[in-house]
């Protein structure tokens, strides 16, 4: 339930959609910082967009002088998989710079053509284009690294170190056009132009101000009323994408999906078919959410968060911790939930120190009146309890396949599926413990670089709360080692039984839990 209002030509509209869909595309990284190229120093010396710019003017000649095109270089990968600029790279430009150097082939048969490459990226069936440009006899491509790049006398000297051919070569072309890559536009900090002023009566146009380029730090394209932020949330280099390959266009917003090259670098046909991907995503949770189920990743949970709000100290753990901004604040502090947006992950649930906040079928109580419920064998039998919590979408799926595979694990272990490793209560340890259990271990989704969580941060924050377990295990004087926390995706299942079996083996070397007769 989405309360839009929106500008369109100049008028103010409002409407109410159930879904969002952001295609906003990308802009042209910065020329600018791409003077290390040799950038600003010379007129021929352009990028990729601008000398599209020209073939699409008709007027494919030297911006210098409108002289012929003799020879020309085009060097891929200008500020593409750098460090320094765009560490990733933009899909695109390699084959624009084939496409382009056909331009230039066309209008100017006799023409020298380089390209110079880091690697030359045609993925599937562009690999038959690569194979056309490399048939012509006046395009050379090699595979080098760029030494130097330096304007003299209306032509541009190019210095290319580590060719295929095996020496370094120099290369005095017309002109140089440099593949830059391109940024999604999903950042929040926007660079805005501002129009020219208008000159008033009687001053001439000389006086006229220049337009300038001012950030906008409050510029937003979705202008979201969310207690995290205005805009969706973005991963790596500003792409609010999928943060796991099973769910593409998900965001971290409820109802929200990316499509195009806001959300990943691809070209046309890709993005074409990006879009039709998030629609039906977008029909999807429509339809979900008329029939008040969840949407991504419990399809069909009918169940909400409730909130025993005598108790709120208003610590705002909760809202700050809700990956999905499924929560916001009231002035003092007290949680307003929006369901629409829960995922029924559970992450408010073990955030919070009060223990205030339950669904119907997965609470505090209900994991430690299983915990309780679980048969301890006596003492002198010396055998081991250890409890283990597996998130219910990698690691307890994990154990089922390593079990149909015939993988084994010590039969010490009883196993409790949670949503997610942040839902679990740090009261369930202290249960566990309680109740004779020798040890208890945690494995759940991926945090971090890698990450593939599916409620984003919930193995993140677990790790943090359980850092805090271990420190109050020492003030009772228990081996902070009867606590452990793993991280693993469901493609290594195979690892599941070594850190069970591990474990298990550290509980026998600390021995018995002293709290188990008591």
């Known amino acids: 339930m989405f309360d839009v209002t929106a500008k369109s030509n100049g008028d103010t509209i409002t409407f109410q959609a159930g879904t969002i869909i952001q295609a906003t595309g990308w802009k042209p990284y910065e020329p600018e910082k791409l003077s290390y190229l040799g950038y600003g120093s010379s007129k021929n010396i352009v990028t990729n967009v601008q000398f599209e710019e020209l073939a699409k003017s008709g007027n494919l000649k030297k911006p210098s002088d409108d002289g012929k095109i003799k020879s020309i270089v085009f060097v891929q990968c200008a500020g593409s998989r750098d460090e320094n600029h765009l560490p990733y790279c933009s899909t695109v430009c390699c084959m624009t710079s084939l496409k382009q150097a056909l331009y230039v082939k066309e209008k100017y048969p006799d023409a020298a053509i380089y390209i110079i490459y880091k690697d030359m990226r045609t993925p599937a069936n562009y690999e038959k284009f690569l194979k056309v440009v490399q048939n012509e006899d006046n395009i050379f491509l090699t595979k080098g690294e760029i030494a130097g790049i330096e304007a003299v006398n209306g032509t541009v000297n190019v ?17 140089v056009v440099l593949a830059a890559g391109f940024v999604p536009n999903a950042a929040a900090d926007r660079i805005k132009t501002v129009k020219k002023t208008e000159s008033p009566a009687g001053e001439s146009k000389a006086e006229e101000k220049p337009a300038e380029q001012a950030i906008e730090p409050e510029f937003s394209i979705l202008n979201l009323q969310y207690i995290q932020g205005k805009d969706l949330p973005t991963l790596h280099y500003g792409f609010p994408d999928s943060h796991y390959i099973c769910f593409p266009y998900e965001t971290r917003r409820t109802g929200m999906y990316a499509a195009g090259t806001v959300r990943a670098p691809m070209d046309f046909v890709a993005a074409k078919n990006d879009a039709l991907g998030a629609s039906l995503k977008a029909i999807q949770c429509l339809e979900n959410i008329r029939k008040g189920t969840a949407v991504h990743p419990r399809a069909g949970d009918k169940t909400y968060p409730d909130f025993f709000f005598q108790r709120c100290t208003q610590c705002k753990r909760c ?29 408010c649930m073990g955030a919070c120190p009060e223990r205030i906040i339950s669904f119907k079928d997965y609470s505090v109580q209900i994991i430690s009146a299983m915990i309780k419920s679980i048969d301890m064998p006596e003492t002198e039998e010396e055998k081991p309890r250890i409890i283990a919590f597996l998130c219910e979408n990698d690691a307890y799926p994990s154990l089922d396949i390593a079990s149909r595979k015939g993988l084994t694990y010590s039969p010490y272990f009883r196993i409790i599926p949670v949503r997610c490793l942040g839902s679990v209560s740090t009261s369930w340890i202290a249960d566990s413990l309680s109740a004779g259990f020798d040890g208890a271990i945690l494995i759940g989704c991926k945090y971090g670089d890698d990450y593939q969580c599916h409620f984003i941060r919930g193995s993140e924050l677990a790790n943090i709360r359980m850092e805090n377990v271990q420190e109050k295990l020492k003030q009772l004087v228990l081996e902070p080692e009867r606590v452990e926390i793993h991280t693993l995706s469901i493609d290594e299942y195979d690892k599941i039984p070594d850190i069970l079996n591990n474990f298990a083996a550290t509980i026998d070397r600390v021995g018995p839990n002293p709290y188990k007769d008591m």
């Not at 210095?159 to 002109?175: H, Q």
């Not at 916001?328 to 502090?333: H, L, N, P, R, S």
């Open 159 to 175: 210095d290319v170190d580590n060719t295929l051919v095996g020496e370094k070569i120099r290369i005095e072309a017309d002109m």
């Open 319 to 347: 809202t700050e911790e809700c990956p999905f901004g499924a929560l916001e604040e009231d002035v003092k502090g007290t949680p307003m939930p929006n369901p629409n947006r829960c995922r029924r992950c559970g992450i």
